[in-house]
Each structure stands twice: as C-alpha cells, then as structure tokens.
C-alpha cells in the first residue's frame, strides 16, 4: 500500500525561531489553531496575543480559515505534541524565504509522492532512502534535482553507499520516473511581476484619461510579455506581467510605470507608485484577490446605504443624488 501522508522534512518538529507555512483550521477566543503543512499536518496554536503587533479590534480581519500564513515557531513540546506559533515576529523577508522555501519543498514532495504513486514505491522509502539524504547533501532536495536534470548520473550517483550500491527503493523503474517527473516539473517557469500604483485625474473626462494612461501603460507589452493594468478599488490600480526572466519583467513594468505616468500627467492627473515592480508569489495574488473581494464588498454596502437615504429624501424634486460628480472622474 502506497502512503502518501509523510512529512516534506526528515525531523518530525520544527525547531525553535524556524518559520514554516501553516493553513488556518478554525479561530478560538484564545487564538488560531492551524496545520503545519511541511509537517504533515500536525497542530499548533498561534495564540492571541501574538496574531498581531498593534491592537485587535477583530481576529477576522487578521487571521482567516483556510488562509496559509507565514509563522514563526516559539515553542515546541515534542513529548506532547504542543506547538506554539507567532504570526507577529515574521518580518516581510522572513515570509519572503518561508514562501520560497515551502514552494520548493512542496514541488519536491509533489514530484517524489507521484513516482511513489506510478510506481508502487513506499513514499516513505523514497523519503528516507532518497530525499531526505539529498535534503543534508544540498540543503533542499529542490537544487538536488536541478543537478539530476543537468547530470543525472552524477545526482544519483550520490545516493550509493561507498562500494557504489544505490539504495533498494532506487530500482530503474523508480529512476525513470524520477527523471521523467524531475525534467517535467522543474522546467524554468515565469516568474509574476507587479507593481502598485495611485492614480487619480479631477479634469473633466477624468476617467477616459485614466483609461488612456492604462492603455499607454499596456501598450509596453512585449512578444510573451504582456503587461496588463487593473483597478483594485480607487485610486490603487496594479500592474501585472509575467517573464522568465526576472529583471526583464521588472524592467518592462518599470517602462509601463513611465507611460502611464507621462499619459495621465499630460492630461493634468496624477500618478504615484506605491509598491515598485517585484516578484510576487501564489500567496501574494491570494492576499490581492481578498483586498479586492473585501472592497467590492465595502462599496455594495455603502450602495444599499445610498439607496436607504434616496428614499428618505423622496419629494426633494429632479435631484439626480446618484448622478457624476468630480470625485467620481
């Protein structure tokens, strides 16, 4: 029987200050209680007092189930099973590093669990015999496999023993489909690139100048490098592009920043980035996605508050209270 429930890491518990990605099970009074993905799910407890530096008015708006955070590790009870968390002390190059940690262990531990499952292989065995070994050799098992793809031979010529046995799970069938998975999965993949900005326009015709500037922003689009611009909620728009190459996207949305700025500015508006073009991650588009859902949601409040106050003011005569206004160009 193949098992596919086994740990990414060789140690059972993470060790004390180490940052490890966790997903929110479901949030007491006390605090969050979430699995420790990397550790096959065990439990541990981000308490209250370290969701968050500043005051909490509302645990909802920091923390939500199902989300996957970034949390340091402030004590760990092996004998128990008790592990206490932190979302507070993790620095923005701290969740920087766990994100690509955890996206490498994870593609690792996705490829490994594939062969285990097409082969008939113990998962268990390959961990033990094959990724954990590379896991001390290289650091991560992820650069192990970048040299099986260049020199396989080599890669796996250091998993054998010193008179050159390689070991039991390493037959040929499980080699191949190794290899196979390893040059499929780890093939160079676009990196997301973004960029936040503020842009407003008061003249008259704001928002067709606003949609002039995003047009001039998107025509820096270059052959499988398009760059796209979208509104989040006025006056923050973002950027987007993918590229293989990580400093020619950043270059190609700083190019659109530049169109975008000289459109909107020769129209009288104003434009100011925000966030400077970067890398992102999947959590980061996550985290964008929820801002956006959060303020659609706002703005169809203060809708249905609009519409109340219509019908208090009825009798007021031809007053178009919903109609134009500057603050709406």
């Not at 007491?28 to 007092?49: D, Q, T």
């Not at 592009?241 to 129209?267: F, N, R, W």
């Not at 980061?284 to 801002?291: G, N, P, T, V």
């Amino acid at each position: 029987m193949v098992r596919s429930d086994v740990r990414m890491y060789e140690q059972k518990f993470p060790e004390v200050d180490d940052v490890v990605m966790v997903q929110v099970k479901s949030i007491a009074e006390s605090g969050a209680y979430v699995s420790l993905l990397e550790y096959n799910g065990i439990e541990g407890m981000i308490l209250l007092s370290e969701l968050s530096r500043r005051r909490i008015r509302s645990i909802g708006k920091l923390i939500k189930v199902g989300r996957q955070e970034p949390v340091m590790v402030l004590r760990v009870d092996k004998e128990k099973g008790y592990i206490d968390l932190s979302k507070r002390r993790v620095s923005a190059e701290d969740m920087k590093a766990c994100d690509e940690k955890f996206n490498k262990s994870k593609l690792v531990h996705s490829i490994v669990r594939h062969v285990a499952e097409t082969t008939g292989a113990d998962l268990q065995d390959i961990q033990e015999q094959i990724t954990w070994p590379l896991y001390r050799q290289y650091g991560h098992a992820f650069e192990a496999f970048k040299q099986i793809c260049a020199n396989p031979e080599e890669g796996f010529g250091k998993l054998s023993s010193e008179d050159g046995t390689p070991p039991p799970v390493l037959t040929e069938e499980v080699k191949d489909a190794l290899l196979k998975n390893i040059n499929r999965r780890m093939t160079p993949q676009p990196v997301k690139i973004r960029a936040d900005v503020e842009m407003t326009c008061f003249n008259y015709d704001g928002v067709l100048h606003i949609q002039k500037a995003m047009r001039a922003a998107e025509s820096a689009s270059i052959e499988d490098c398009p760059v796209k611009m979208k509104l989040v909620a006025p006056p923050l728009y973002v950027l987007t592009t993918q590229a293989l190459d990580k400093s020619l996207g950043v270059e190609l949305l700083e190019k659109a920043c530049a169109a975008c700025k000289a459109s909107i500015e020769g129209s009288k508006g104003r434009m100011v980035v925000k966030e400077a073009p970067r890398a992102v991650s999947d959590r980061d588009d996550r985290l964008l996605m929820e801002e956006m859902e959060q303020l659609e949601a706002a703005n169809r409040e203060v809708d249905g508050d609009a519409d109340s106050e219509e019908e208090e003011v009825e009798g007021m005569g031809d007053v178009d209270l919903n109609g134009p206004s500057m603050m709406d160009s």
